[in-house]
């Protein structure tokens, strides 16, 4: 079985991460974005993934390598010369997906995480016969989003509205999909949309149908989001009593604490933080619904709460980070100073306070 990612461009909402490295790359929860995918896949029978990429494949491609050995999975590129949207790119890696068996294949977009029911989805596309499966999440707004209206008894699509007005229902596109080589004779190779082209060509076909997502999702492309989706993601850790969320006096909720990085005495941490390797966390820190890269070093006495702090990069002394700070990496922010949703560029040292949300150039 094979599965395609769209990883798309320039991951302008992640800025300042993604000036470091493409988007797919960007740690969630300690791992890279794009490997909570590969390694959901992997546990259903996934024997190739493809990334559809326009922006440094060799990057991609090099980060990946040792776990494509690790996984036992074959990871490949297909690169756009152009942006081709959602539907484009899927028409491109034509000769990827198809190899003769007339089995399904997924399509997945890159920053969604949720709790990837992806046994379950191939169990509903074989029960229902038709082409093509989405999976749809329930959210409490869909007014913001495009709805997706379906039969609640088969799943079968019977039409999108976007951003409705009045209620037809509270079900949204996912970004995860599994589809039949037959799809592929619905798109053209050209810059196209697969939610508001093909999949309302395939629905009127009355061979679309949705199956409602169990647990969390969240798209993660921009910081309030990621922040967010890491609650979730913690929260359904959680639920499996996962041995790898942190314990003891110092630590409120949900918590994830590589092996590698260093606690202090004295912390508070928690809840819904994620340390990565290396870290090293000071003692009398404070550390609430935030991200700590690779490399972080957070001094005595600082205070981080809903913020990501990039790779390699210093939190002074009684420093106090919040309400969606973002520094970039190597990032060194002084003693005592105080950032209000601070967005800092990579390799910048902050000597004055950022007292209103703003870039820092």
Same mark, same amino acid.
């Given at each position: 079985?094979?599965?395609?990612?769209?990883? /798309?461009?320039?991951?302008?909402?992640?800025?300042?991460?993604?000036?470091?490295?493409?988007?797919?790359? +960007?740690?969630?929860?300690?791992?890279?974005?794009?490997?909570?995918?590969?390694?959901?896949?992997?546990?259903?029978?996934? %024997?190739?993934? +493809?990334?559809?990429?326009?922006?440094?494949?060799?990057?991609?491609?090099?980060?990946?390598?040792?776990?494509?050995?690790?996984? /036992?999975?074959?990871?490949?590129?297909?690169?756009?010369?152009?942006?081709?949207?959602?539907?484009?790119?899927?028409?491109?890696?034509? =000769?990827?997906?198809? &190899?003769?068996?007339? &089995?399904?294949?997924?399509?997945?977009?890159?920053?969604?995480?949720?709790?990837?029911?992806?046994?379950?989805?191939?169990?509903?596309?074989?029960?229902?016969? /038709?082409?093509?499966?989405?999976?749809?999440?329930?959210?409490?707004? $869909?007014?913001?989003?495009?709805?997706?209206?379906?039969?609640?008894?088969?799943?079968?699509?019977?039409?999108?509205?976007?951003?409705?007005?009045?209620?037809?229902?509270?079900?949204?596109?996912?970004?995860?999909?599994?589809?039949?080589? #037959?799809?592929?004779?619905?798109?053209?190779?050209?810059?196209?949309?697969?939610?508001?082209?093909?999949?309302?060509?395939?629905?009127?076909?009355?061979?679309?149908?949705? !199956?409602?997502?169990?647990?969390?999702? !969240?798209?993660?492309?921009? $910081?309030?989001?990621?922040?967010?989706?890491?609650?979730?993601?913690?929260?359904?850790?959680?639920?499996?009593?996962?041995?790898?969320?942190?314990?003891?006096?110092?630590?409120?909720?949900?918590?994830?604490? =590589?092996?590698?990085?260093?606690?202090?005495?004295?912390?508070?941490?928690?809840?819904?933080?994620?340390?990565?390797?290396?870290?090293?966390?000071?003692?009398?820190?404070?550390?609430?619904?935030? %991200?700590?890269?690779?490399?972080?070093?957070?001094?005595?006495?600082?205070?981080?709460?809903?913020?990501?702090?990039?790779?390699?990069? %210093?939190?002074?002394?009684?420093?106090?980070?919040?309400?969606?700070?973002?520094?970039?990496?190597?990032?060194?922010? /002084? &003693?005592?100073?105080?950032?209000?949703?601070?967005?800092?560029?990579?390799?910048?040292?902050?000597? #004055?306070?950022?007292?209103?949300?703003?870039?820092?150039?």
């Amino acid at each position: 079985m094979k599965a395609l990612i769209l990883v /798309g461009g320039f991951g302008t909402r992640l800025r300042p991460l993604t000036l470091s490295v493409p988007k797919p790359l +960007v740690e969630f929860a300690n791992k890279p974005m794009i490997l909570h995918q590969i390694e959901a896949l992997k546990a259903i029978g996934v %024997t190739e993934v +493809v990334l559809a990429i326009n922006y440094q494949p060799e990057v991609m491609l090099n980060f990946l390598k040792e776990f494509e050995a690790r996984l /036992g999975i074959t990871i490949t590129c297909s690169q756009e010369i152009e942006p081709l949207g959602t539907a484009g790119p899927i028409a491109l890696a034509r =000769d990827k997906l198809i &190899d003769g068996s007339g &089995d399904p294949f997924f399509v997945l977009n890159s920053d969604v995480i949720s709790e990837y029911r992806l046994k379950e989805m191939i169990e509903f596309h074989k029960t229902h016969g /038709g082409e093509a499966s989405i999976m749809v999440t329930k959210v409490d707004e $869909p007014s913001k989003y495009g709805v997706v209206v379906m039969d609640e008894s088969t799943g079968q699509v019977e039409r999108f509205v976007e951003k409705p007005k009045l209620f037809v229902g509270n079900k949204i596109n996912a970004g995860i999909y599994l589809l039949n080589p #037959s799809v592929l004779d619905h798109i053209e190779l050209r810059p196209t949309s697969i939610e508001k082209k093909v999949f309302p060509k395939i629905a009127d076909q009355k061979k679309l149908y949705a !199956m409602v997502l169990p647990g969390f999702w !969240m798209d993660i492309g921009q $910081p309030k989001d990621y922040i967010s989706g890491l609650r979730l993601y913690l929260e359904s850790l959680k639920k499996k009593a996962s041995p790898k969320l942190a314990s003891g006096s110092n630590i409120i909720g949900n918590v994830l604490v =590589d092996e590698s990085a260093k606690i202090g005495e004295g912390c508070l941490i928690g809840p819904d933080v994620a340390i990565g390797p290396c870290c090293v966390v000071e003692s009398g820190v404070r550390l609430s619904r935030c %991200t700590l890269m690779r490399g972080v070093r957070i001094k005595n006495h600082a205070c981080i709460s809903s913020c990501i702090i990039g790779w390699h990069s %210093t939190v002074g002394q009684w420093a106090r980070i919040e309400n969606m700070s973002i520094l970039g990496e190597d990032v060194h922010v /002084g &003693d005592e100073i105080y950032s209000n949703g601070g967005v800092v560029l990579p390799h910048k040292e902050i000597k #004055s306070s950022i007292l209103k949300p703003r870039i820092v150039l």
